[in-house]
């Protein structure tokens, strides 16, 4: 494409909205045109995101002034878009939504996991799931694109190459143990976040139903899928570690080869299991600001029990990243194009 597509993000303030701001701004077939935040209408974007400085001069908007573009990307709190999308539809001919409020395809299990029944019912179906990986085929061709959980988007990549490989065994759960950072609390304080209690923390905030669950439940079909969130003391980063039962007489030779089946042909994957030093297992650490997911295994041969390792940037490849490379996908550029960024090291 010649022609640079105008985009608009709703929701820019947020943590989220800050991350397609960066991206965006630097993104080759792309002009931001408008970014809105209710709360700070009239201020400069840097001012709320420092990083941005003399790198635009763009200023929130109210949503009230928001304008026709191309592709609208709505990074709002659950539960706001699906309440106003028939609006932003009218807006945009393609949308991608950061929230929660479009990924799950089954209304049962949206109301069970969020407590309460879907505001539009009517779109259900209409959006793909915005995790390349798995959707890539249907992204070709999307016009409504669904965010990805941040969890799910990490335990979804650890069991996948399991899952595709056919090695799982049906009757055994899943449980996932995910390590997660403070920003994925979103902008907003709460008293879990407050420095003095979050600082030097490990922190299990969620034992059971998180909602992230539905996602890894609706990706693989699998109910007997178990997710538990515990807080570090990380401001970026996901650690999902899966532990999932294979069939009988399954080697490391055999896991090896679905890795790699999986993973081969995919741009931001990388299987990360070395024999020596500190880097040989999956590290948040290290996928700060990237699009990366590392992924590693180690299997257990006395039970049949693999460990399934990913890590990720919850702010990239587990929101933002991914909402990137999958408007990518859906408009015709470089499936990488402004996701080439390789995470800093040391930091």
């Known amino acids: 494409m010649t022609t640079k597509l105008k985009v608009s993000i709703v929701g820019a303030s947020g943590y989220g909205g800050g991350e397609l701001l960066r991206l965006m701004l630097f993104h080759p077939g792309v002009e931001v045109v408008q970014a809105t935040s209710e709360s700070k209408a009239g201020e400069f974007v840097f001012q709320t995101h420092p990083n941005l400085r003399k790198r635009t001069q763009l200023q929130f908007v109210s949503q009230q002034a928001l304008q026709p573009c191309d592709v609208l990307f709505l990074a709002l709190p659950h539960g706001q878009a699906q309440k106003k999308i028939a609006h932003y539809q009218s ?4 949308i991608v939504d950061l929230s929660a409020d479009f990924r799950l395809k ?16 009517e779109q259900i179906g209409r959006w793909v799931y915005g995790l390349p990986e798995l959707t890539r085929e249907a992204l070709k061709t999307a016009k409504y694109v669904s965010g990805v ?53 490990v922190r299990t905030y969620s034992a059971v139903g998180h909602r992230h669950t539905a996602e890894v439940i609706q990706a693989f079909g699998k109910s007997d899928v178990h997710l538990t969130m515990t807080a570090v003391d990380l401001v970026r980063g996901v650690l999902a570690a899966a532990h999932c039962f294979v069939r009988p007489g399954t080697t490391e030779k055999d896991l090896w080869k679905a890795y790699r089946g999986a993973y081969k042909d995919e741009p931001f994957v990388r299987i990360v299991k070395d024999k020596t030093g500190i880097h040989r297992v999956p590290d948040p650490k290290i996928l700060a600001g990237s699009n990366y997911v590392d992924v590693g295994f180690e299997l257990d041969p006395r039970t049949n029990r693999v460990v399934s390792l990913a890590a990720i940037d919850n702010l990239m490849k587990g929101a933002s990243g991914s909402a990137v490379q999958a408007f990518n996908i859906m408009c015709g550029f470089e499936e990488t194009m402004g996701l080439e960024f390789p995470g800093l090291h040391p930091v």
């Open 91 to 94: 807006l945009a001919p393609r």
């Open 149 to 201: 959980g941040c969890n799910a988007t990490a335990s979804n990549l650890a069991i996948l190459p399991l899952a595709k490989a056919g090695l799982l065994v049906d009757d055994r759960p899943i449980i996932v143990d995910v390590k997660t950072g403070s920003s994925e609390g979103g902008a907003s304080v709460n008293a879990g976040s407050h420095h003095p209690e979050k600082s030097h923390s």
């Open 106 to 121: 089954d209304l049962a299990l949206y109301e069970q996991f969020y407590g309460e029944p879907h505001s539009a019912p």
